[in-house]
């Protein structure tokens, strides 16, 4: 590849290439043998979106955390494996495709199961690689080797082996129970797939005629055309109003059918008019109710929420419009009222319909067991959760567990491997398909019609996709996983049940050296990161209705993936709702503009540096070895952690020593950052890094020293500002992994010393290589070219016009030693040390100096007098908070030492500048 870029940078241009060339090349494929002894793993797994997915700005920021770990970990030397693969989503994929078919005019009933089945697999190998591809594109270091989707026979494998070993011990049952219906989806759903909105309805009281009487029991209900399940009016048994009506019967309206007044203590006397009617095939209350008093249950609706033949001349007509049928009968009857009442709706997640308590036959899994081992698992320390407060959420939730339903009335999914028998109504449970009933060897059985709920497959992934229920190398290798980074939405779904599965199941799987494994070793995960929320640059929430959904693939083809990368990531804190901004973002996009000139400078000056160079030229030198050695910190290829020392050339200046120091400052900075999740400081730190210290700083000083005569001098200045840079373009890479691979490839000519940026170490420093004093020095003269610079300004000084300055400061050795310096960033002729700043000058103070320009124009006092009383006013303000602070008994005892310390020493600077200010305005003479 040639070294030089083209003059503009174009993400276009260049990530597409890099994002074929990081599959094709098969770079980041872990293996489970081979490995060193001492290397540690790094395994991850993509929490799975759905076949039938598109990425969205949740996607894309998951993603790129969990990229950053990911490169970051590896270029530490890490043995790195992140996991792909897709969910079969059952209930989403099922309605897609049973949406075309609607279009088609056809349905699911009228193919049949097996025709239904082989539409679904042709749709998802047409459609449903879509988010896969697109993480492809966007550069996601996966090892796409190891791609699953859940439904893969493996997979499928690993379902049944669960499903049939939990049965074995007897911790799946089949039963009839309420469960939340929907009728849009027409399957059971399970609690957390139910949510729950406060919103206005009626109240309605209807009459009850009591039998035996010409009197009415007046009733309170929310839903009137459920009454025709009704087996009994409940009252509370001290309740005095209806003390005297216990035991008696009333007759349910329409439909004339007796039932009981009972009394139960679950019945509040202040709702509505005490007396609330029992339907225990709809609504999970009145079931338990009926349990208690044996009532029977009457189910009334079929799988569409339509009312069946119990309704009488109501049967047929769907819930909503029954409701409004019996309303309008009821108007008018003595007793009857109606009044706004504000109650929580349960709403499908998925379709939005209104979900229908129903009483059906389903598939449970007895959770206590599984549970208790899993609130011990983290209440151990063996699962940490970042946020912290995440820990007391899961542990609430497990602590008040209800009895999984795991089963769904789709056909789409991981169908359940129990088989009905006909001749003795017993039930067979198996790993394969058996010939006959297990009870009485009747070949009449037939195998049960619903499938698994998704997230029993997804559960089971930190153990199946390494070859679960088999004890295979990867699983040996890689299981436990180190780190699960996902969303607070599925912390129930999805991570409590990967908690409970491997818990439960690994436990029986032995160590790699043959131990006992004990809870520690048979989690899924060690940690788990719970990302925030993406929302709009005003902080809402985006939704479709709100239309204000920020599509990522849009902005990547407006900015290019790095600067949408980065963006996110500087935004990235735990526990912090993220505001994107496409102006964010376009100011990084500025900033992967800087780098790559950044990057053309440097190659455009390697020819012109080296002429006159004894014959040595920069095509010659092993570009490795100066990275590695000469200005450029990197761990040895095991990862020890040990530093090596590099010789650098030209200590002796002060901004080589400040730039080694900044970067290895910025490296440890960047290194501590990331080990807790830091993503925005992290990212801030390289960005101040790249930006202000190497570019506009370090840069503008090594240009100085590039158009020197002499030729050492110029050499080792361009080594050390080539290493320095390489060494920046690695840090950087694991947030802009496209400009930083085609950057890093140009620098070495086409002979880079590995396939890939990515895989070179990842710099790292420790205390030795930090040095303060040049640090120190550094940020004096950095001020004093900053305040020269203002005071020229203020001057109205010719931009290209150098001109005296005049300083008063207690130590100058720093601004002397470094004069030429000082002369070509701030344009300065000479610098003389004073006692005390003539007035009338512009000028600046410090706390470590007073500078003024001596220029023959003179100053506009007047504006130097509003100059000077905004700074006063400005430091007084500052100065009264800091007060205030000090002052606060309880702010100081609570502040860390470091800030207290850091704002008395504030406190004194302002009083310093405070002074000299006023002194400047003393001495002004008048307008």
Known sequence: MPHELPKAYDPAAIEEHWAEYWVRENLFHASSIDASITQRNFTMLLPPPNVTGRLHMGHMLNQTEMDILARWHRMRGDRTLWVPGTDHAGIATQMMVERQLASEKTSRQKLGRDAFLKRVWCWKEQYGGAILDQMKRLGASVDWSREYFTMDAGLSRAVREAFVRLHEQSLIYRGAYIVNWCPDCQTAISDLEVIHEEQMGKLYTIPYGIVGTNESLLVATTRPETMFGDVAIAVHPIDERYRHLQGASVRVPFIGREIPIVADPWVSPEFGTGAVKITPAHDPNDYAVGQRHKLQSINIMDETAHLNEVAGPFAGLDRYEARKRIVAELEGQPGYSV????????????????????????????????????????????????PEQYRKTYDEWMRNIHDWCISRQLWWGHRIPAWHCAACDKMTVARETPEACQHCKSKAITQETDVLDTWFSSGLLPMSVFGWPDVTPDLAAFYPTELLVTGSDILFFWVARMIMFGCHFMLDVPMPDGAARTLKDAVPFREVYIHALVRDAERQKMSKTKGNVIDPIEIVKRYGTDAVRFTLATMASPGTDIAFSEARTEGY??????????????????????????????????????????????????????????????????????????????????????????????????????????????????????????????????????????????????????????????????????????????????????????????????????????????????????????LRTND????????????????????????????????????????????????????????????????????????????????????????????????????TLIERTRAALDGLPPD
Request: glycine letters at 4%.
């Open 339 to 386: 009044k706004d009442h504000s109650h929580a709706v349960g709403k499908c997640d998925r379709s939005k319909t209104v979900v229908e308590p129903r009483l059906s036959t389903q598939w449970f899994i007895k959770i206590q067991p599984l549970a208790q081992k899993a609130i011990a698992a983290v209440d151990e320390g063996h699962v940490r959760f970042t």
């Open 812 to 911: 100058a050795s720093v601004f002397q030693q470094n004069l030429a310096t000082i002369q070509r960033l701030a344009r300065v002729t000479t610098l003389e040390v004073v006692a005390q700043v003539p007035d009338g000058l512009a000028h600046r103070a410090t706390p470590s100096f007073d500078v003024a320009v001596v220029y023959e124009k003179p100053v506009d006092r007047k504006a130097e007098r509003d100059r000077l009383t905004k700074e006063l006013a400005k430091l007084q303000k500052e100065k009264e908070n800091s007060d205030r602070q000090l002052a606060n008994d309880a702010f100081l005892a609570k502040a860390p030492a470091q800030v207290v310390e850091g704002i008395r020493r504030r406190n004194a600077e302002l009083a």
């Open 589 to 806: 996009r500025a900033f992967a503009n800087k780098i790559w000139n950044a990057a053309r400078f440097l190659f455009m000056q390697r020819e012109r540096v080296f002429a006159g160079g004894g014959g040595m030229s920069y095509a010659s030198i092993d570009l490795a070895t100066v990275s590695r050695d000469q200005a450029v910190l990197l761990t040895d290829p095991a990862n020890s952690g040990t530093p090596q020392q590099p010789e650098e050339p030209n200590q002796s200046r002060l901004e080589d020593r400040w730039i080694l120091s900044r970067l290895y400052a910025t490296a440890s900075a960047v290194n501590t950052a990331l080990s807790t999740y830091r993503f925005d400081e992290a990212a801030h730190a390289i960005y101040q890094f790249f930006w202000g210290d190497l570019c506009d700083w370090y840069l503008e000083l090594v240009k100085l020293r590039i158009e020197s005569e002499d030729v050492q001098d110029r050499m080792l200045s361009f080594l050390l500002f080539n290493g320095v840079f390489e060494s920046s373009l690695r840090m950087l890479s694991p947030f802009m992994p496209f400009i930083t691979e085609e950057i890093w490839h140009a620098f070495y000519e086409g002979h880079p010393p590995a396939r890939s940026i990515a895989l070179m170490p990842y710099p790292v420093a420790g205390k030795r290589n930090i040095d303060l004093a040049a640090e120190r020095d550094m940020a004096l003269l950095q001020s004093l070219i900053v305040s020269v610079r203002s005071a020229r300004k203020d001057a109205t000084v010719p931009e290209r016009e150098s001109v005296p300055i005049l």
